[in-house]
């Protein structure tokens, strides 16, 4: 690992804190159960696109540091984040291949493993089932993967130049 | 692997320049001389390793909390995230607070003064009443005074795990906040601390699932545990029999059973009484009167010198075990 493998690596570590901001961010009451699964839709697209750099062991730490944030079980979001981690780094490069609409529901299912993972572990630790709208998420970030894949982009090809 | 020939292969493609017009998706610059031995152990390796990893957290969490101090480390280390996700709240709020008209604010200072007056004539009443209980106590044997100290808190604008109840307050161990401390609003007890950092403390609502508390009907003291019911913002009371006197707007106060809530606080108003056939207890649903997702402002209580009343008590009736979380 070289000084430009390091480059930039400040840029995924601020999307990151970005996208957990954003999850605990206040939101308009009434709106709180439809918030996009940040955190889970940006560590996809760094497993996607720097599949050698970013892996399971930060989904792992994501996942912990998101638990914390959030006060909810420790290692409650880090089960289901490593897995989603494992499996977009496993199938990168096909999945890079894919045109952007079946991209989309690629990460859509994996938004859906992560949710059931989570929901899994609500019922085994016997603490209240949600209700249906608890699937909400994913159907929003699968129609948000192609706006944030874009931008996201944008910030990974600055990153390599300067 | 082979991490000599691996190095070899990759030094030479890896800067950014050769691959710039590539189509868009998600294809790097790189992705002509793709990886093809990775550094240390495999994916399928590290996810193995990490799904125990977080399994084993998980029950070590959740049944024998021996990761307090982990987690408050980590607090420690993103207070600035939550930090930063409560000052957009903060700055709206302080900007109204300034653009606030001067007869509005005239408004408000009067309706304040007066309901301060109120309070204090309450108050005067209050304090005859109080000497009385005592000298009735005194008759009984059974003297009991509780000094409260309190201290305001600001609930941080962050939004938790939504399947729980619980809130951040930014009083932490700096202040004096210890865990199972007792939070109140204005208008009755909302919950306990569970977790208190230096700067920050989190509380558990009394309607999250993992909350119970024992109470007490105002009217006639009878006394129950009043357990969360979770999302849905209620409390339902354990154990009631099917004969006892409980009624629909009975005010249920904290009973001190716990040595944990000071005596004499409200709670909740029962909201529905009802007897099912199939349950042989009555099911009876009770509505906080805190504003639970209303209030800004909390009180933190530390009651001093609160065991004598608990001797006194203890000695006219068993106590019901005191509730907490598990």
Known sequence: ?????????????????????????????GLEDYRPQWVTLTLIFWCLTLPERVGVFWGFGTGLTLDVLSASLLGQQALGLSLVAYVAVKLHARVRLFPLWQQSFFVWVLLLAERLLTLWILGATGQPMPALNYWAPTLIGLLLWPWLSAVLIQVERRMGES | MRPAAETALRRPGHPSTPTRSMPSGILPRNATIKPLFVHGPSPTFRVILAEFLAI?????????????????????????????????????????????????????????RHENLVLKGRLQQFESLRAENMR???????????GERVLIAEILAVDLDPYSQQV????????????????????????????????????????????????????????????????????ELLYIPKNADIRVGDLLVTSGMDERFPSGYPVARVKTVRQDPDNPFTTVIAEPTARLDRSREVLLVWSMDAKPSQAALAADTPAPAPAERP
């Open chain 2, 136 to 146: 009735l106590r005194d008759l009984l044997g059974s003297s009991f005074e509780v």
């Open chain 2, 168 to 235: 951040m307050i930014n009083k932490g161990t700096n202040s004096g906040v210890f865990i199972g401390q007792p939070v109140l609003d204005a208008e009755a007890v909302m919950g306990q601390v569970i977790r208190a950092n230096p700067f920050s403390s989190t509380v558990l609502l009394i309607t999250d699932a993992n909350h119970s508390l024992p109470v007490e009907v105002n009217r006639n003291g009878l006394r129950t545990i009043a357990a969360g019911k979770g999302p849905s913002q209620e409390l």
């Open chain 2, 56 to 112: 084993g957290l998980i029950v070590a969490d959740h049944r024998y909390h021996y990761l307090d101090t982990v987690r408050s480390v980590i607090e420690v280390a993103i207070y600035p995230l939550q930090f930063a996700a409560n000052l957009p709240a903060q700055l709206a709020r302080e900007a109204q607070e300034r653009l606030v008209g001067e007869a509005q604010l005239r408004l408000s200072n009067d309706s304040l």
């Open chain 1, 1 to 29: 690992m070289g000084a430009t493998e390091r480059r930039g690596q400040w840029m995924i570590w601020l999307s990151l804190a970005l996208a957990m901001f954003l999850t605990i961010v206040p939101m308009p009451a």
